[in-house]
């Protein structure tokens, strides 16, 4: 297996509004995710947007350390959401999370909706590897969300 990926949340803004923003390997997970030529992602973390109460951030972190069920019908979970209202009806970048004995994989990158799970677009991030992170650090990154 080759080195794990270096998972960070760094604070960002957009428009005004402050979140937490996934950084791989010290570049922004939007950044990993667009073709070469192709526009960026006009698409946010579901971390801490909007100065949220907190509620959220902590769904988002029971989600992403697989303590909740995934946000989404097909079973994977929301990574980059809308970034004015988070609602994933307005589509989001998703993956399968997997532990895999002492990682946590990020895989098959998708695009999609909550109620169209047909319109699953696993195409546009084929060029996409899988992330795979130490589970440690992982689950201390997002542990002190959890409520």
């Not at 998708?110 to 084929?126: I, M, R, V, W």
Request: net charge neutral; hydrophobic share 40%; aromatic share 10%.
């Amino acid at each position: 297996m080759h080195h794990p990926n270096v998972l960070n949340l760094v604070p960002r803004e957009r428009k005004h509004q402050p979140y937490l923003d996934f950084q791989i390997d010290r570049r922004s997970l939007a950044d990993h995710l667009v073709h070469k030529g192709k526009q960026p992602l006009d698409f946010i973390a579901p971390f801490g947007w909007l100065g949220d109460s907190g509620q959220s951030l902590a769904a988002a972190a029971a989600r992403l350390l697989r303590k909740a069920p995934p946000d989404l019908p097909t079973g994977r979970y929301s990574l980059l959401v809308c970034p004015e209202c988070a609602d994933l009806g307005c589509g989001a970048v998703t993956a399968i999370i997997e532990r895999q004995q002492d990682v946590i994989v990020w895989h098959s990158f998708g695009f999609e909706t909550n109620y169209a799970p047909d319109l699953l677009d696993l195409d546009s991030f084929q060029h996409i590897r899988e992330f795979t992170f130490r589970a440690d650090l992982y689950s201390a990154l997002f542990r002190p969300y959890l409520r």
